[in-house]
């Protein structure tokens, strides 16, 4: 059993609700977590082609990477002390993708997360309204790559500094995009990579790839 003890008093309670929604989009997602010094990084892989992760700062140095079951680590219950216990881990060969660099990020413009959520809400109301008549008429299948088309369209939209929309709609899916008055939403790069970093998680992307939120 794998267990680790989190700085902040409602980080062990954020990261079950985290693994809650991972697992309302797929019920045997699992989770990946790695911890190395005082940070552990949890990501999971969501059926948003992106890898959702939220950081953990802990109260002691630990060194371990495992996978487990996202709808097991939600049901975690936080020990006396404050220690998070793991479910048992899974074989690696439940996990696929790689993981994004640890630094060498560099800035490339910071947007006020309320028109980062505007965008996010602009495109959603589009989607909404122009799917109603985009499959009319079409089979199953041409009714459904019809609607994957429309989708592809909007969220291939830039955000800024080159980063499409998408990245912001993954981040605002899995509760991202949470903030307090004034919050900012930084974008990032390093070699292939963007990164769009929000008050409650990070969104990565491969550029012409999938995505990965962190």
Not at 64 to 90: S, T, W, Y
């Amino acid at each position: 059993m794998t267990s680790f003890v989190p700085a902040q008093p409602g980080a062990a309670a954020d990261l079950a609700t985290f693994a809650r929604r991972v697992a309302k989009y797929e019920p045997d997602s699992v989770l990946r977590i790695v911890a190395h010094g005082t940070v552990a990084g949890c990501f999971a892989e969501t059926p948003f082609d992106a890898l959702a992760l939220r950081a953990v700062a802990l109260a002691e140095p630990a060194d371990f990477d495992v996978v487990v079951e996202a709808g097991n680590l939600a049901a975690r219950a936080v020990g006396v002390a404050g220690q998070f216990e793991l479910p048992p881990a899974l074989p690696a060969l439940r996990w696929a993708s790689s993981l994004p660099p640890r630094s060498g990020w560099t800035e490339l413009a910071r947007l006020p997360l309320t028109a980062v959520v505007a965008d996010v809400e602009h495109g959603v109301e589009e989607f909404r309204t122009r799917a109603v008549g985009v499959a009319d008429g079409k089979s199953l299948r041409a009714g459904r790559a019809a609607l994957e088309g429309l989708a592809t369209e909007i969220w291939d939209r830039e955000l800024a500094a080159g980063m499409p929309l998408r990245l912001a709609h993954a981040a605002s899916s899995y509760g991202f995009l949470d903030g307090p008055d004034g919050a900012e939403v930084a974008l990032r790069t390093v070699g292939a990579w963007w990164r769009l970093d929000a008050p409650n998680g990070s969104v990565l992307a491969r550029t012409g790839l999938a995505l990965f939120a962190l």
